[in-house]
């Protein structure tokens, strides 16, 4: 018998997927061997649960902040371990790199930006897959040189790869939300920033691209940056470039260099 839900929460982000094809697009896309660890974050009502589950996982940690649907899960799937509450307040450094877990989840649209910030630069991972809404999706994978490139896209492509595989029309949501979304898959850099390094380089990206059309001269000198003009010399970096045209390697360099007095 059809398992009666409560209307769904537009406060939890939650427009459930209903086409088994793009469910299981993106469970392929996270490309689970048998007994591999895989958490997944938001399962809603399992639409991608159960293409997870077929795959043999080892352990299966999901993450929901709906009890009701969290209780209705733990009926359906035993076995797997449910983490009730936000997800932005998980453990992600608990996520031990050697145990290559595998990340999904179709993410509440209101919180994917943070989210995915939080685990590049905590979590330990063998690939992530996530569904979020399209023009976050182009920030995430943005080039140097565009509009849709900024913070985020640096602060993310300096810790992980960051690809847009497909775009996801809303006639397979149920509620049908009213944007377009997109499907990104993520490897973490084997050399990504310290936990230092990432606090830097935060500092440097809200400094920079709060004001993207100046140059960077002009920037650091607003900010009384000392040595400012040594450091850009030193890494070639011309001072009339705007933040908007530097790749995200070279704000790692710069962040690396530029003295701590900026640091709020
Ligand atoms: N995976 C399901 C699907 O594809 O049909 C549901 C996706 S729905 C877009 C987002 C899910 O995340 C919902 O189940 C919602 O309850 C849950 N959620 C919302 N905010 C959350 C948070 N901060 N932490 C954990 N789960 C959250």
Excluded at 55 to 76: I, K, S, T
Excluded at 121 to 145: D, I, N, T, Y
Aim: with cysteine; glycine share 6%; aromatic share 8%.
């Amino acid at each position: 018998m059809e398992r009666k839900y409560a209307p769904a929460k537009r406060s939890l982000g939650q427009n459930f997927l209903v086409d088994q094809n793009i469910c299981r697009k993106i469970v392929d896309a996270l490309d689970i061997k048998p007994g591999e660890n895989v958490l997944e974050i938001g399962p809603g009502r399992g639409a991608l649960t159960r293409h997870v589950a077929e795959r043999n996982p080892g352990r299966y940690v999901v993450l929901e902040m709906d009890d009701a649907l969290a209780d209705a899960l733990q009926h359906d799937f035993p076995a797997i371990e449910i983490v009730r509450g936000d997800a932005l307040a998980y453990d992600w450094a608990s996520l031990n790199p050697a145990e290559g877990w595998k990340i999904v989840g179709n993410l509440p649209y209101n919180i994917a930006s943070p989210l995915i910030w939080d685990i590049v630069s905590r979590a330990g991972f063998a690939r992530a897959v996530f569904m979020v809404q399209l023009e976050a999706g182009q920030r995430l994978a943005a080039k140097p040189g565009g509009k849709d490139y900024g913070a985020l896209s640096v602060f993310v492509q300096n810790h992980a790869t960051a690809e847009l595989l497909f775009r996801v029309p809303p006639h397979v949501f149920r509620p049908q939300p009213k944007v377009t979304s997109a499907v990104l898959r993520f490897f973490l850099r084997p050399t990504k920033p310290t936990q230092h390094e990432a606090l830097r380089l935060s500092s440097t990206l809200r400094m920079c691209f709060q004001q993207r059309r100046k140059q960077l001269g002009t920037i650091l000198k607003s900010h009384e940056v000392s040595g400012y003009e040594e450091v850009l010399r030193a890494l070639c970096i011309d001072p009339v470039q705007r933040p908007e045209t530097l790749e995200p390697e070279r704000f790692l360099a710069l962040a690396k260099l530029l003295p701590l007095d900026f640091l709020a």
